[in-house]
């Protein structure tokens, strides 16, 4: 657990994490261990404009605003980003992915505010709008 500070107010902020080789449905994505680094038994793939996965059963704490980030590679020149979307609803913002210089350095992506149900009843799915990354793991943090 860690702790997070507004001015004036502090609170006990959980995370949670997510391998991206586990997720629940997909569209478009493959399983690969092709390069070093990743934590889990590999990492995802993904395709194209619109290639997804989705992943169940994600804790949301208390419910609200929660942070969501991942952990990715980029090998290619250019920025790819993906869309999020919270028990089927579209969230404002982009997960946006930077080259990482090889396939095989992994770096996390920015952080989104996103807003969750309470308990484990949330599915994420991440969509690629440019094309997705090499996706290692999904984070989140809920209060």
Known sequence: MNW???????????EYEYEAE??????GVSVKTTHAGYTGSGFVDYG???TYIEINNVNGGSGGVCSISTNYAN???WTRTCKVSVNGVDQPGELSYQPTGAWNKWADSNTLQVN???GTSNTIRIT????GPNMNK???SVP
């Open 75 to 77: 090998g290619g020149s």
């Open 116 to 118: 969750c149900n309470p």
């Open 128 to 131: 690629g709008i440019t094309s």
């Open 48 to 50: 194209g404009s619109g």
């Open 138 to 140: 999904m984070m989140v």
């Open 4 to 14: 997070s500070s507004t001015p004036g107010i502090e609170q006990e902020v959980t």
């Open 22 to 27: 586990y997720y629940s449905n997909g569209s």
